[in-house]
């Protein structure tokens, strides 16, 4: 089906960047909406972005204007640009791609800001 790998964590200070990549590889052209979550330890996993086939473009209040969503036209990799990190950012990120019939996870990637 569809198998997705993150890339792109690390330890960063608070004010820097990183930028997320998320590889999909199987049935990607059924994937419906791209997306990244984050989870810390005790919560519940949180949207952070998501993009829509039907071009709506979502943002948590935590990171708008902070961070940004894109995609390439064949829907197999998207990225989540992360600027201007805070310490609260802190979180294993995962991306995510969802069709009518599946909810597809990668691994996770650990990001980690520092104060």
């Known amino acids: 089906q569809v198998q997705l790998v993150e890339s792109g964590g690390g330890l960063v200070q608070a004010g820097g960047s990183l930028r997320l990549s998320c590889a999909a590889s199987?049935?990607?052209?059924?994937?419906?909406?791209m997306g990244w979550y984050r989870q810390t330890p005790g919560n519940e996993r949180e949207l952070v972005a998501r993009?829509?086939?039907?071009?709506?473009?979502n943002y948590s209040d935590a990171v708008r204007d902070r961070f940004r969503i894109s995609r390439n036209s064949a829907r197999n990799r998207w990225f989540l640009q992360m600027d201007s990190l805070k310490p609260e950012d802190t979180a294993v990120y995962y991306c995510?791609?969802?069709?009518?019939?599946?909810?597809?996870w990668g691994q996770g990637t650990q990001v980690t800001v520092s104060g």
């Open positions: 993009y829509t086939i039907d071009g709506t473009i």
């Open positions: 199987g049935r990607t052209a059924s994937i419906g909406a």
């Open positions: 995510n791609a969802k069709s009518s019939w599946y909810d597809k």
